[in-house]
């Protein structure tokens, strides 16, 4: 895997695509365990749909206990605790499916996720044996408690309070916390409060005394979760109970956070996987001026638009769980591994927040265009298309807002720069340096070329951040237009290099010919689009950040890295929407 280039690491060395994992290298058991969750979720879950949505009693307990009876909820539990101790690749098939039943994805999610992984990686092992056999299982449901009415992106803002007792044997907890999934049926809380001023990290037990709930929030999308206050007064928790060290709260809070926008970018592509089959089907029955919907240049260009960035962001998705894997491999998670899990993902914070932004932004994309091509019918609850819409919304807000995930890129970036963990600057000055040198380097042709122009969005984005840099100092940290501006730049080449990374190693793979054509088009096509936005996002930093004549310098020498082949980009989409109506649905799917 790509164990040389972790951490944001991959703006400074050309990776090679045996370095990186992709979707169609999947095992039979990946593809037997995605068969059994698409099943369940389409057989069993997306029929009752309507139930959930009305939040009727007891149908999401119910989900809960069959999924943990199929394994879905012990994915990442060690077996010694009844789970099934898979690979990050199997929680992204699994996540990838689970969307098909609508609102009860964020239940599944919300447990399986952040509500259950904070006792896997920074849990003593008493509190594994105690928890995580039932959360495994389905007979308890776990939420997680970090947000409040006063601080939302802002988790360190908390004003949640535990004190310790008398006697020195439990801590009394007061404070409300907001927004908290699966709060209306959940039987474990992990509660972050804060003792003497420092966060920490606690498990609360529903039938604790002092613990009660706000009514259900009444919501645009995601309407059957649940979603409540939970309210805390005088709430005594044995001192076994705290997660991870006492006042370092903010190391779980925040690397669960990690690992939670890994796998909401998993859910996010499932959810467009799911968009772009009800369109088709859509636009395949609908009839307009004697034709098919599909058969019109205006629908395939939007089906070729859907399908490309879903290829570009399962490709980001699948590369990071290949990293993140390699991270995990060597965890014992039966003992105490507290720091050991920490530091692996704090590792991956960086394209975890990639991961987050692009597939969440991507799905917003194709649930807007499943709409529009839908017409007035998209707008009618009546088609799954119109929930589908306000559903995909919460993703740009759950697990910090993707404003404050953009802002984390360059900011993390920038720290492990300062502390010499990442030669970011010195490599961004042998950038400039090396300007004059750079040419065209149009000999190449196919994904050779593309390859060459990944290698030039990498210099063009150093260039822009390390100038950034160099010319406003620590006065950067607090400028949130241009941090912004870099982190789509990081943004568009992690995706762009991903897909060309990918395209490049399907042509190994023992596949189909017509689905390495497929790859190679849709890698083609979503890397010009990418690196069509890194050329405007670093020309705007840079006239922000240089004046004069050092600026037409720069710009000139940006004028060389931005050269690339002429590619017929209206073909390509062409001949996508083709494949894909000819498909029916998206042609990467292994079931």
């Known amino acids: 895997m790509e164990l040389a280039v972790r951490g944001g690491g991959f703006l400074l060395t050309e990776v090679t695509p045996d370095q990186i994992f992709v979707r169609e290298e999947i095992n039979e058991d990946h593809r037997q365990l995605k068969r059994m969750a698409h099943n369940f979720m389409s ?15 007891g149908v999401a307990r119910e989900f809960m ?30 996540g990838e499916e689970v969307p098909r039943g609508g609102s009860f994805a964020v239940s599944y999610a919300a447990h399986t996720g952040i509500g259950t992984l904070p006792i896997v990686y920074f849990g003593t092992p008493e509190q594994k044996a105690k928890y995580l056999p039932g959360l495994a299982n389905g007979s308890k449901v776990a939420a997680y408690c970090l947000t409040e009415p006063g601080s939302g992106s802002d988790a360190l803002g908390a004003k949640a309070t535990a004190v310790l007792n008398a006697e020195g044997t439990h801590y009394c907890l007061n404070g409300t916390k907001q927004f908290i999934t699966n709060a209306g049926f959940a039987d474990v809380f992990l509660v972050y409060a804060k003792v003497d001023g420092k ?15 706000g009514p259900e ?45 890994f796998k909401l970018a998993a859910g996010a592509i499932g959810s467009v996987e799911v968009v772009l089959e009800t369109a ?26 859907i399908a490309t960035r879903a290829f570009m962001a399962e490709s980001v998705v699948y590369r ?80 910090g807002t993707n404003e404050i995930n953009r802002l984390l890129v360059p900011g993390t970036l920038l720290k492990r720069a300062m502390t010499g963990e990442l030669p970011l600057l010195q490599a961004a000055q042998a950038v400039s340096k090396e300007l004059v040198s750079i040419g065209l380097g149009g000999e190449a042709e196919g994904l050779e070329a593309l390859n060459q122009m990944t290698q030039k969005a990498k ?74 936005i890194l050329e405007q996002q670093a020309k705007e930093v840079l006239c922000a950040v240089e004046k004069g004549d050092s600026l037409s310098t720069v710009l000139a020498g940006m004028r060389k890295l931005v050269r690339r082949p002429n590619v017929d980009m209206i073909g390509l989409r ?7 109506i000819e498909k029916e649905g998206y042609p990467v799917n292994y079931i």
Do not use: W
């Open 280 to 305: 088709l089907k859509y636009a395949s029955e609908r009839k307009q001026f004697g034709a098919a919907l599909n058969t019109f240049g205006a629908i395939q260009n939007k089906i070729a638009e």
């Open 459 to 532: 210099k063009l984005c150093l260039m822009a951040a390390g100038l950034a840099a160099q010319n406003m100092g620590m006065a950067l940290k607090d400028n949130q237009f241009i941090l912004t501006g870099m982190a789509e730049m990081v943004l568009q080449v992690y995706a762009m290099e991903s897909a060309v990374l990918r395209a490049q190693k399907v042509q190994t793979l023992e596949v189909t010919d017509e689905h390495k054509e497929f790859v190679a088009k849709a890698a083609t096509l979503g890397a010009y689009s990418a690196f069509t």
């Open 217 to 261: 929030e009444q919501k645009m999308g995601i309407k059957g979760s649940s979603t409540r206050q939970v309210i805390l007064e005088d709430v005594m928790v044995p001192v076994e109970n705290i997660v991870g060290e006492l006042g370092r709260g903010h190391v779980v809070a925040f690397n669960i956070l990690n690992v939670g926008r």
């Open 43 to 57: 057989k069993e879950v997306a029929p009752r749909i309507e139930e959930i949505e009305e939040q009727k009693d």
């Open 199 to 213: 966060l920490t990290n606690f498990i609360v037990e529903r039938d604790y005394p002092g613990l009660s709930l």
């Open 65 to 94: 206990r069959q999924a943990g009876e199929l394994g879905l909820l012990g994915l990442e539990i060690p077996e010694e605790f009844e789970g099934l101790a898979l690979d990050k690749a199997s929680t992204v098939v699994v």
């Open 574 to 580: 062409q001949e996508i929407a083709k494949y894909i």
């Open 320 to 399: 990071t769980a290949g990293l993140m894997e390699s991270g995990f491999h060597d965890l014992d998670l039966t003992g105490d591994c507290r720091k050991e899990a920490g530091k692996a993902l704090e590792e991956y914070a960086i394209e975890c927040s990639l991961n987050k932004v692009y597939a969440s932004e991507v799905l917003d994309f194709a649930v807007d265009e499943g709409v529009q091509i839908h017409g007035g019918y998209g707008f009618i609850k009546e088609y799954p298309i119109e929930r589908m819409y306000r559903d995909s919304r919460i993703n740009r807000l759950f697990e």
